[in-house]
Every structure is written in C-alpha cells, then in structure tokens.
C-alpha cells in the first residue's frame, strides 16, 4: 500500500460573493457547517491522512470540533489560495519528503465523491508529475468582447473543467509555488503552477457533481447533490446495514 498523502485544505478565504455574515465555509448545508461537510468526505476516502487546514489568522468562527483527523494542524492562510498551500507546505517541510503527495481541495466542495477521491490517489501514486480530477465541458463555451456581447464561440473539444482535489508531489510543488511568485504569476490552481514550470499534470475524469459552492444559489444546489447522493448510498448498502 502507498502511504496515505498529505491534504492541504485552504479556507481562509472571505466569501464576498456570497453575501453573507460570514465566509462560505461556515455556512450551514444539511445542519452543518460547510467545512464540516468537506473534511468529513476526505476524512471517510482517507482516515490516515495528515491535514493542513489554511485559516484565516483572525478567523473567529472556526469550531476544532470539526476536524475529524487525529493529525492535523492549523496553518495561516495568504491572501491568496496559492499563498495558503505555499504556507501549508512551508509548515511540512521538515516533515514531508520531497516526493510525498500532497492533495490539495477547495474547502467549498463538499459534495466530492469518495470513489473520485481515491480514484485519483491511485492514478497518482505512481505518477512523477501529478494530476488533478477534472470534468470534460460540455455546454458550449462563448468568449466575451468585454462589453457584454459575444466575441467568439470557442471549440469545446479538448477542454475541460478544473476540479479539486489536485496532487502533486511536496517537492514539485513548493518550487512551482515559489517560482510562480517570483516571476509575479498569478495562478488560480495548482495544477497552472506546475503547467508553468512545463510538465503537464495528468487529468483524472471526475463526475460533475463535485460543485464549488460560490454563489448563493450554490449552497441550496449542493444539498440537494448530498441528499441524492445519501440516497443513491442507502440504495446501494447491503440489506441490513442500516440496522448494524
């Protein structure tokens, strides 16, 4: 068996899109709070794990209750995403081998299925360069003009939707981080900061369900994905479990 990897969760983020009195993660979805919901999914795919959550350093509404992992430890979170997972890796670093896995995942995707998450460890245990789970697009891309009209209908083939989590090596990763920051480019996942330094990341088809809470309507879309996905659950248990 591979060693369990290292999970990188940010959630330092504010939220301002939602509107809300408080960051995203810590909204309620099904009686819970939505970072409950996602370390609760990683947790049941990966029980061993090692955990860096990102938080903001004045964050007042994070519960330690929440975390179910036995080893974890909370890390200051960056003013952007790429400068959490920089600090979380910073934080391993005496700790974390050059090519152990670190997955990283948006603490706003809960609904992430157990089977993708360990699909896409397996895929990566013996991948040298990583990979992230992504789903191909499927509804036709338009480019705007940047006044609100239609500049350009794009090919679809090809393309496909980012997904968390995304897993590379500590090692590769801190220095696509590192390099990225020097040279002032902003990268909106991980697997753009590793395309930078010219590998390419293997793509892993996730299912398409796996949505980042973002906007408001977002929260009530994605529990009804949890509740269609305990039933879909419930129906596939053995007889009796449900008892034991």
């Known amino acids: ?23 995203k993660q810590y909204l309620t979805l099904a009686g819970r709070p939505v970072l409950a919901h996602t370390l609760a999914r990683l947790h049941a795919a990966f029980p061993a794990a090692r955990l860096c959550l990102c938080l903001d350093p004045d964050d007042a509404w994070f519960d330690p209750a929440w975390v179910p992992f036995a080893d974890w430890r909370w890390v200051a979170g960056g ?20 090519d152990d896995l670190v997955l990283v ?35 036709t891309m338009k480019r705007d003009d940047g006044a609100g009209r239609v500049a350009a209908t794009e090919p679809r083939d090809g393309l496909w939707h980012a997904l968390t989590p995304q897993g590379f090596r500590h ?47 977002d929260l009530a879309l994605a529990g009804l994905i949890l509740a269609a996905q305990a039933s879909a659950e419930n129906e596939t248990a053995p007889a009796g479990a449900a008892e034991r």
């Open 79 to 98: 003013a952007e995403r790429a400068d959490s997972v920089a600090n979380a890796l910073a934080a391993i670093a005496d700790e974390a081998r050059e």
């Open 105 to 139: 995942h948006d603490v706003a995707r809960p609904c992430v299925a157990l089977d993708d998450l360990r699909r896409l460890k397996q895929a990566l245990d013996d991948d040298l360069v990583g990979g992230l789970l992504a789903a191909p697009v499927a509804d």
């Open 171 to 217: 090692g590769l990763l801190a220095r696509a981080l590192a390099a990225a920051a020097d040279a002032g480019v902003a990268v909106t996942d991980e697997a753009s900061a590793v395309e930078a330094l010219g590998e390419a990341p293997l793509l892993v088809p996730g299912r398409r369900d796996n949505l980042k809470i973002t906007h408001p309507e």
């Open 1 to 23: 068996m591979r060693a369990e990897p290292w999970l990188v969760v940010p959630a330092a983020g504010r939220g301002r899109r939602m509107g809300a009195d408080r960051p």
